[in-house]
């Protein structure tokens, strides 16, 4: 039994997936000797969202974040989600500058999405980081050094991103 390609709340690369999606971009990227970037998003303080407005709409406030993330992503990358509410954009042939312009674009517009709660509206905050490939990383440090950098932005205030 295969698992499923696309995870079933977000719609995006499920974890398995993507992780075979990295290890095949990588071997690519080295081969053309061409960039490529991860950037990471993590909703900041999604325990909190679940308990202030519940797991049923904080998921579904997720659900619509990857389709967002999905839609302004487009054909530049792949999109996957990888942990409760942590993203990757898997993104070949942009170098660290680029994908960073592109992930301040897709935290912006992450954080201008509302969604409905029980007495009001409430917004998904995400921290991250950007990342390019090393000539000689393995894919799965690649997205070790990711979380890690995310973890980093988190703890310096929310609302980043941080370029390694």
Not at 103 to 126: C, I, N, T, V
Request: proline content about 4%; hydrophobic content about 50%; glycine content about 8%.
């Amino acid at each position: 039994m295969s698992r499923a390609r696309l995870d079933s709340l977000t719609n995006c690369v499920a974890p398995a997936h993507f992780r075979t999606e990295l290890a095949d971009a990588v071997a690519a990227a080295r081969r053309a000797r061409r960039p490529l970037s991860l950037v990471w998003l993590d909703v900041d303080e999604c325990a909190v969202a679940n308990q202030d407005h519940g797991v049923e709409r904080v998921n579904h406030a997720l659900g619509r974040l990857g389709l967002t993330l999905k839609a302004l992503v487009g054909s530049k990358g792949t999109v996957g989600r990888l942990q409760g509410a942590a993203f990757a954009v898997l993104l070949p042939g942009l170098t660290k500058d680029a994908a960073l312009a592109l992930g301040q674009m897709l935290r912006a517009a992450a954080s201008r999405l509302e969604h409905p709660g029980e007495d009001s509206a409430f917004e998904l905050k995400l921290s991250g980081s950007v990342l390019q490939a090393l000539p000689n990383e393995l894919p799965l440090n690649l997205l070790e050094a990711a979380e890690v950098l995310s973890m980093r932005a988190k703890q310096a205030g929310r609302d980043t991103l941080l370029l390694r």
